[in-house]
């Protein structure tokens, strides 16, 4: 039997088009339980963007973006926890027990888990104070309590968690999957957190896939922000930040997309991807 000790802890990051292709999501759930299978203590956080603009097309419910953030009323946020807990994180559930993984649904509602502060988007204002602008039930991760996710990941169960926290007030907000995902790691302490892009990697070019940045010291990512990490990029290189500086030994941004990048990332057998270190 393996030693529980000398199994690699993990936290996924999943999203994006290996979720909304149906043959990529299953590759990437296959490859989720075979690391799973081989014993690894894994977590699976998901996001799901596209299932919230889906249900909230489908209620006549019109969304307005304030600095690349969904603004998130009352009304919205129940169509959102709708959207992560029930279709998102439901149907993932479904698909790993189907193929015989014990995954087990949770958001970071649950035992409160996670404790969210309100996020206020700060818009410029030429020759004025920036204007603070209230986002609604949208949130930053302010603490982490893992006791629930020790227990599962010590049963070795492997959780599913959809980015959905508690805040102090006890009303529930949206959080950045990314984000989320990245102050989770941190707090279990895992070995390595993965986060899925569509693209191979961090690029120096961000049009020329030939300029893959392999290897990126933490203390190199200030220099890059703006040229080199743009766009969507942004995100996930914040958040390999935060798990780093958390205490994550390894984070890697992996095409998500591409078959056995999991694996990979967790033996280091290729130069693929970008691996963030302190």
């Known amino acids: 039997m393996t030693d529980p000790d000398d199994c690699p802890s993990i936290l996924v990051k999943y999203g994006g088009n290996a979720m909304t292709d149906a043959a990529v999501r299953d590759r990437v759930l296959a490859e989720i339980g075979d690391l799973h299978d081989s014993g690894a203590r894994l977590v699976l956080v998901h996001g799901g963007g596209p299932a919230i603009a889906e249900i909230l097309a489908e209620v006549g419910l019109e969304t307005e973006f304030v600095g690349g953030h969904r603004r998130t009323d009352a009304r919205t946020i129940g169509y959102v926890q709708m959207a992560l807990r029930g279709r998102v994180n439901g149907d993932l559930v479904r698909r790993l027990c189907a193929v015989g993984q014990p995954a087990v649904g949770l958001s970071g509602k649950d035992a409160a888990m996670v404790r969210a502060r309100r996020r206020y988007h700060e818009h410029p204002v030429e020759g004025a104070e920036a204007q603070r602008v209230d986002l609604g039930f949208v949130g930053d991760v302010d603490t982490v309590d893992t006791e ?25 907000y949206n959080v ?27 690029r120096r070019v961000p049009d020329d896939p030939s300029t893959v940045i392999h290897h990126l010291p ?19 290189v914040e958040a390999c930040a935060i798990a780093v500086t958390g205490g994550v030994p390894r984070a890697r941004i992996v095409d998500g997309t591409r078959e056995g990048a999991l694996r990979e990332a967790l033996e280091r057998t290729t130069d693929r991807g970008t691996e963030i270190t302190p």
Do not use: C, R, W
């Not at 629930?148 to 529930?172: K, Q, T």
């Not at 302490?189 to 961090?202: Q, R, S």
């Not at 203390?219 to 996930?236: C, V």
């Open 218 to 236: 933490l203390g190199e990512i200030d220099a890059l922000m703006g040229t080199s990490i743009q766009g969507g990029m942004i995100p996930k």
């Open 176 to 202: 950045n999957a990314d984000m989320f995902a990245a102050h989770l790691a941190a707090a279990l302490g895992v070995e390595l957190f993965v986060a899925m892009t569509d693209v191979d990697g961090l």
């Open 148 to 172: 629930l996710l020790d227990l599962l990941l010590a049963s070795h169960y492997l959780p599913v968690v959809a980015p959905l926290a508690l805040g102090h007030d006890d009303e529930v």
